[in-house]
């Protein structure tokens, strides 16, 4: 059983910067293809960023393209997502997620989920 643990949400004014965490426990980190989702009230949960096949590809939401960072320590099985230059947007809860299907940006191409973390940001 693979589970998904987010921590690091938060409350930051805009401008402002924080990161979340995502640990995986069950089976191996790095077995894994794995992305950050959101979902902001009364909206639908999005893509936010995700690895590729190779470690050092990366894919980011246009939203969030030069703001936020997706990185991961398979030591650790820790993933992370760095947010800069945060928005009032950018409120939402933020989810990790787990899968086969590397760089996807469906929520289909993920099968385990996080039960997210609170990122509001103010104005």
């Known amino acids: 059983q693979v589970q998904l643990v987010e921590s690091g949400g938060g409350l930051v004014q805009a401008g402002g910067s924080l990161r979340v965490s995502c640990a995986i426990s069950g089976r191996t980190f790095s077995r894994y293809a794995m992305g950050w989702f959101r979902q902001a009230p009364g909206k639908e949960r999005e893509f936010v960023a995700a690895?590729?096949?190779?470690?050092?590809?990366?894919y980011y939401a246009d939203s969030v393209k030069g703001r936020f960072t997706i990185s991961r320590d398979n030591a650790k099985n820790t993933m992370y997502l760095q947010m800069n230059s945060l928005k009032p947007e950018d409120t939402a809860v933020y989810y990790c997620?787990?899968?086969?299907?590397?760089?996807?940006?469906?929520?289909?191409?993920?099968?385990?989920w996080g039960q997210g973390t609170q990122v509001t940001v103010s104005s």
């Open positions: 997620a787990a899968g086969a299907q590397y760089g996807s940006r469906a929520l289909s191409g993920y099968d385990f």
């Open positions: 690895f590729g096949w190779s470690g050092g590809t990366t």
